[in-house]
Each structure stands twice: as structure tokens, then as C-alpha cells.
């Protein structure tokens, strides 16, 4: 038994010089490599640092783009909300203009005036419901030409009128909040 014991022991001797020696090997290649890894390490660290700031500075702008793109989009919103109702009542205008064309005629039988004074309540709702969603009219009567929201149908000479001023409304024209969505046609003095 002895003689495995001695072989058993040198095989361990064996063994443990071995491992030395591969540890001895792996801290001599650990100690190169680090010095290699210096100055690599040191070029690395600027490459690494020039791509971190160009990525911060994309990332900076992508924000900047973001924050621009959220506002305008905002901004959109509440223009639509604002003026959401505008396909709605110009399609409603030329209802209005016939019902002010069908009051103004004169009726004489008792019959008729009930039928007109149940037009100028369908009208006068019309026109409340309208002023509800912010629907002015555009103001015409003495007032200057703005071509802004006045469209000059006709230009006359007429005593008592100053130059530029309205003689008369043609059509009425009206404004939703503070957009114009038709013109008021008018006549105007030269």
C-alpha cells in the first residue's frame, strides 16, 4: 500500500506543480494583457466617450423634435375643437338666408301670418343655436370697407357716403369666433 501511497503523492506533487504553473502563466498573461488593455483601454475610452456625446446630442434633438411635434399637434387639436362646427353652419347659411327672404314678404290673410310668424320662430332658434356656437354676423351698416371681411360686389357714387363706405348689404356675411367663413357681399361708395 505503500507504494500507492507514494504514487498517489506524487501524482498530487505533480498535480499542485502544474496548477502553479498554469497560475503562474494565467497572471503572466493577466499582467500583459492589462498593459495591452491600457493603452487600448485608453483609445477605447475616447472613442467610447466621442460616440456617447454624439448619441446625447441625436438624443437632445429627438426630444427637441418630440416637444415641437407635441405642441403643433396641440396646437391642431384646439384649432379643430375651435372651429369643429365650421361645415356645419356654412352649410346652415343658405337655410338662414331663405328664411330672411320668406320674412320679408307681406302677408294679408290671417292663415299666412301664422304660417310667417311660425317661420320667424324656427328662425329666431336657428339664429340662437347659431350664436351659441359663436356665429356673428359681419357688421355692414356705415361701416368702412375692409376687405378682410367684406367683399365688394358693386361700386356706386352716391351722395351722403363718404369714400370706402358700405351703401348696402347685398348678403349678409358671418364669422365663426374669429374666423370668417363667408364674406359679407356689399356695395360700396367709391
Sequence with gaps: MEEKDVQQKEQEDVKEEVVEDAEQELVTE?????????????????KLQQEKDELQTQLLRVQAEYDNFRKRTKKEKEADLKYKSQSVVTELLPVLDNFERALQVEVEDKAAKGVVE???????????????????????DGQTFDPNIHQAVIQVEEEGYESNQIVETMQKGYQLKDRVIRPAMVKVNQ
Excluded at 320662430?121 to 354676423?137: A, C, D, H, I, P
Design 30 to 46: 493577466a499582467e500583459s494583457a492589462e498593459s495591452e488593455e491600457e493603452t487600448v483601454s485608453n483609445e477605447e475610452s475616447e
Design 118 to 140: 311660425g317661420l320667424e320662430m324656427v328662425y329666431r332658434q336657428l339664429k340662437t343655436v347659431l350664436e351659441n356656437e359663436g356665429v356673428t354676423e359681419v357688421e355692414t
